[in-house]
């Protein structure tokens, strides 16, 4: 059964491990030489100087290629479900040749075990190694990513460590169970594929966020979560400033779940008129003299003294977010939780062939 189980797989396996063999050939040959450029340049980063610039130049030389392998890292498992999954079964139900195997010594049980085990565990060792390999190469952009591209972000977070694994393995049983359910292999393909991305896109924005408590804390304003200071109207008794939702001081990395701006009193701050921005951005209107003072324009101190100003009078950003060192447990989590639906679905299916397939 194993042997037949290999000759109906072998040609998907060889082209699979040679597109994998091509790609992480590539990014162990470029790998040493971006991690190389990247520790000359923290090296040559001044006490004066937060390496900002660096790091902004750095990831817009590599964006492209970071971008590309991990879209390549998200739609594995997809494809894999759709494939290697949904196909597996409804192609011997759609020609019979599922009785010839039951007709001889080999049980139910045994024909979709062995089907599951060869074809899932390559489906999860193939994405395991595309996963891994992608994140050791990226490791250098993953710490010079804007705060939209760091490493928990959504995006990123779930094309990196472990997870892929995890991923491949859920939507290979999906594309299964789908088969055995509805035993048309072009339906069970668009079913997979409605069901894996509703998953996909639930799990970061209702599930994640609450693997661990976040943490809510208050910081000052600076230059790592002000994106601009303006005036506001022609009184010259207002100030718009332009807060980042996505970035907090002294937790690079950190994916923010939410940001806003408090008063002395710690009530949040209302939006300010005509707000406008990157959807990274919020603007709040704060009650500054941009006549006088240091937010005045023609005392010229820069929007570094106007922040200082703002920060004196009490105002605060208040955020909720999950920091950057829970990331391997987020991992692990996130992987356990795929492995547990992988484990149930395969339930669903060794039920179905038993009970309800002729």
């Known amino acids: 059964m194993i042997w037949l189980t290999w000759r109906q797989f072998r040609g998907s396996a060889a082209m699979t491990a040679a597109v994998l063999v091509v790609l992480t050939a590539v990014l162990a040959l470029t790998g040493p030489d971006l991690a190389s450029r990247y520790a000359a340049g923290i090296a040559g980063c001044t006490p004066d100087n937060t390496c900002d610039d660096f790091f902004d130049r750095f990831f817009d030389e590599h964006q492209i290629p970071f971008l590309a392998l991990t879209l390549v890292v998200l739609i594995l498992p997809?494809?894999?479900g759709l494939f290697w999954g949904a196909p597996l079964i409804t192609r011997e139900l759609e020609s019979a040749t599922h009785l010839l195997v039951w007709n001889q010594s080999i049980t139910r049980g045994r024909w979709l075990a062995v089907k599951l085990g060869v074809t899932g565990l390559a489906a999860t060792v193939a994405a395991g190694v595309c996963g891994?390999?992608?994140?050791?190469?990226s490791d250098p952009l993953d710490k010079s990513a804007v705060p939209e591209m760091a490493q928990m972000s959504p995006l990123v977070f779930s094309a990196r460590g472990i997870a892929p694994m995890g991923y491949a393995a859920f939507a290979f049983v999906l594309?299964?169970?789908?088969g055995v359910l509805v035993r048309r292999t072009l339906p069970a393909m668009a079913l997979t594929l409605v069901a894996f991305t509703a998953i996909q896109l639930a799990m970061p924005l209702l599930v994640r966020p609450h693997l661990m408590p976040p943490v809510t804390s208050t910081f000052e304003l600076g230059r790592t979560n002000v994106n601009g200071i303006v005036p506001q109207g022609q009184e010259g008794g207002a100030m718009q400033l332009f807060l980042s939702t996505s970035a907090v001081p002294g937790h690079a990395g950190a994916w923010v779940l939410s940001s806003d701006l408090v008063d002395p009193s710690g009530r949040t701050v209302a939006g300010g008129d005509g707000a406008s921005g990157p959807s990274s951005t919020i603007a709040r209107s704060i009650p500054v003299s941009t006549t006088s003072?240091?937010?005045?324009p023609s005392r010229g101190q820069g929007t570094d003294a106007c922040t200082a100003e703002i920060n004196r009078l009490g105002y605060r950003q208040q955020a909720t977010y999950q920091p950057i060192e829970r990331f391997w447990p987020f991992q692990w989590i996130e992987?356990?939780?795929y492995a547990l639906l992988t484990l149930g679905l395969t339930w669903l299916c060794f039920w179905r062939v038993r009970r309800g397939l002729s």
């Open 132 to 137: 891994l390999a992608v994140t050791w190469w």
């Open 335 to 337: 992987t356990g939780i």
């Open 78 to 80: 997809a494809l894999v």
């Open 175 to 178: 594309g299964v169970t789908m």
């Open 293 to 296: 003072g240091p937010c005045a």
